[in-house]
C-alpha cells in the first residue's frame, strides 16, 4: 500500500504528453493550451482618450480659462492625422486616439464650446485622462501561457490578438468498462442480487470535460472475456477505466487479466479511504486505471488519480484538483493506517468563512449522499478533526 503522494509521481511520470491540435476559437473553451499566446501589438496601439473632451497642449492652459481654436476631432476608428500647436485644441471621444502635440484631455464638463472655439475653464495635468499606449500589455508579452485551460473569459483576449485559430493539446480518448456479473444496463429492471450500471454512466460524464469519451459494453466475471475486451480497448485509446474487480475475491479478475496481458501494474493499493485497492496500470502505451466497485470510491479515485492523469496528458499546469481551507461544522473521525478523502458540502458562514458540511457518508456505496457532495475534505491518518477546525479541503470543478 503506497501513500496518495507516491501515487500520483507514478502517474506523472507514467503520462506521455498527446500531441498538439490546432482548432478554431469557437471551440477553444476547456481545451488546454499547446502553446504561448503572445500580444501581437500594444495594447492600447496608441495614445487613447478616457474621456469625451478636447485634446490640448498642457502650457496651454496652464492660466485657464484660456479660449483655443478647435481644428478638428478625434473619434474612436478615425483618429485626427495633424498636429495639436500652441492655441489649439482638438475635440476629442472616449477610446479615440490623442493627437501628435497633445499631452493632456480636458473634459467636455470642464469646457465650453461654440464654433470653432473653446474655451477651457480648467487647467490640466500632464497625461491627464489619457491611457498611454501600450499601458495595459507591450507587443510580444506572453498574455496566456502553455498549460493554462482556456475558459470563456480568456476568449476576448485570444480575439484580440489575432488568434483565430489556436494549438491546443489533443484530447485524450478514454474507454470506460464496467465489469460484473450482477451489473445490468441501465435500461433494464435489476433482477434479484442485481444493481444497475451507474458507475460508467457517472465516470463518463466526470470525464468528458477533458476527454472524448465511449462506454463500453458491461464485461461478466470471466477472465477470459476481460482479457479480450481488455486488450481490444486498450488497442484503441488513451486511457481505459475500469470499474470494479479490483479487490481480492474469487471473482476480481482486473489484476489477472492485466498481468496475463502482459501489463506494468505500478499500484494496486493506495492508503487512501475510499479507494484503497485503486490500480494503475500500462498496457502498451495506454494509461489503465481499475477503479473500485463502489460508487462513491469510484467518484474519489477517478478525481484523485483518472482526471489528473487525463489532464496530465495535456500538459496543464495544474492537473490536481483546486486547493483550499475551510472551517469544519462537525468533528469527522480518522481512519488508523489511512488518509481520507470524504464528500463534503461547502457554505459561506455569518461572517463570511468558508465552512465544510461533512455528508453523512454511510460508506463507499452511498451515492445518493455524494450526489450533493462539492468537493472533499482531507482527514490525515490517524488524526481526528474537531468542529471549529480549519481543514485542508479539494473542489470538484
Given at each position: 500500500m503506497i501513500p496518495i503522494s507516491d501515487a500520483l509521481n507514478f502517474l506523472d511520470r507514467e503520462t506521455i504528453a498527446l500531441p498538439a491540435d490546432e482548432i478554431k476559437l469557437e471551440a477553444s473553451v476547456g481545451r488546454i493550451l499547446a502553446e504561448n499566446v503572445r500580444?501581437?501589438?500594444?495594447?492600447?496601439?496608441?495614445?487613447?482618450s478616457q474621456m469625451d473632451g478636447f485634446a490640448v497642449r498642457v502650457e496651454d492652459v496652464r492660466d485657464a480659462p484660456v479660449d483655443l481654436e478647435i481644428i478638428g476631432e478625434s473619434v474612436a476608428g478615425k483618429g485626427f492625422g495633424g498636429e495639436v500647436n500652441s492655441g489649439e485644441a482638438v475635440r476629442i471621444m472616449t477610446g479615440a486616439?490623442?493627437?501628435?502635440?497633445?499631452d493632456s484631455v480636458q473634459m467636455v464638463e470642464l469646457t465650453e464650446s461654440d464654433g470653432d472655439k473653446v474655451t477651457i475653464k480648467n487647467a490640466a495635468k500632464p497625461e491627464q485622462n489619457i491611457v498611454p499606449r501600450a499601458a495595459e500589455v507591450k507587443a510580444g508579452t506572453v498574455v496566456l501561457e502553455k498549460g493554462e485551460i482556456i475558459t470563456k473569459n480568456m476568449i476576448a483576449t485570444l480575439a484580440s490578438f489575432g488568434y483565430y485559430k489556436i494549438n491546443v493539446s489533443k484530447r485524450p480518448c478514454v474507454k470506460i468498462l464496467a465489469t460484473g456479473s450482477e451489473i445490468v444496463d441501465i435500461s433494464e429492471k435489476p433482477a434479484e442480487d442485481q444493481i444497475r450500471n451507474s458507475n460508467s454512466w457517472m465516470i463518463a460524464e466526470f470525464a468528458k470535460k477533458y476527454a472524448d469519451v465511449e462506454m463500453l459494453p458491461i464485461i461478466r466475471d470471466d477472465l477470459e472475456s476481460l482479457k479480450s475486451a481488455i486488450r481490444e480497448a486498450a488497442s484503441s485509446c488513451d486511457c481505459l477505466i475500469i470499474s470494479g474487480g479490483v479487490s481480492v475475491g474469487d471473482y476480481d479478475f482486473t489484476k489477472p487479466a492485466l498481468r496475463e496481458l502482459g501489463a506494468e501494474i505500478f499500484f494496486e493499493k493506495v492508503s487512501l479511504k475510499p479507494g484503497?485497492?485503486?490500480?494503475?496500470?500500462k498496457l502498451g502505451e495506454t494509461l489503465i486505471f481499475g477503479l473500485p466497485g463502489n460508487p462513491v470510491s469510484v467518484a474519489v479515485t477517478f478525481y484523485v488519480f483518472a482526471r489528473t492523469a487525463l489532464l496530465r496528458m495535456q500538459g496543464a499546469k495544474f492537473p490536481e484538483l483546486n486547493r483550499g481551507f475551510a472551517k469544519l461544522l462537525h468533528p469527522i473521525k480518522s481512519t488508523k493506517g489511512r488518509d481520507a478523502l470524504l464528500p463534503a458540502s461547502f457554505s459561506t458562514d455569518s461572517a463570511g468563512h468558508l465552512t465544510i458540511e461533512t455528508l453523512r457518508f454511510s460508506g463507499s456505496s452511498n451515492f445518493i449522499t455524494f450526489a450533493r457532495a462539492e468537493g472533499l475534505v482531507f482527514v490525515p491518518a490517524g488524526v481526528d478533526l474537531n468542529a471549529g477546525e480549519v481543514a485542508e479541503i479539494y473542489f470538484f470543478d
Open positions: 500580444a501581437d501589438l500594444d495594447l492600447p496601439p496608441f495614445d487613447r486616439p490623442v493627437p501628435s502635440g497633445a484503497k485497492p485503486t490500480v494503475f496500470a
